[in-house]
């Protein structure tokens, strides 16, 4: 996979604020991205796993824990569905 490099400024303070390191707080980041990515439809589920750095499964799970919907299908669309068959 080819990744492109992206620089976020943020105040020198942060890390220490934060009680994280480098990589976590890059990790944090990620996820937070992937996941609001994905809840404004811009990415699918699989796409935004990958920004976040995570397995399907794993980023899944997340979604659940922060109740996140897995499923973008409405009841109309799953009711729709069915009539069709």
Known sequence: MN???ITVELPSDIL???NENENEL????????A????????LTIGKAAQVAG??????????SENEVPIST??????L??????
């Open 3 to 5: 990744t492109q490099l």
């Open 16 to 18: 220490l604020t934060l």
């Open 26 to 33: 890059k990790q944090d980041i990620k996820i937070s991205l």
């Open 35 to 42: 996941i609001r990515l994905y809840k404004l439809q811009k």
């Open 54 to 63: 995570m397995s399907l499964f794993d980023f899944e799970s997340l979604l």
């Open 73 to 78: 299908l409405t009841f109309e669309d799953v």
């Open 80 to 85: 729709n569905d069915s009539l069709k068959l």
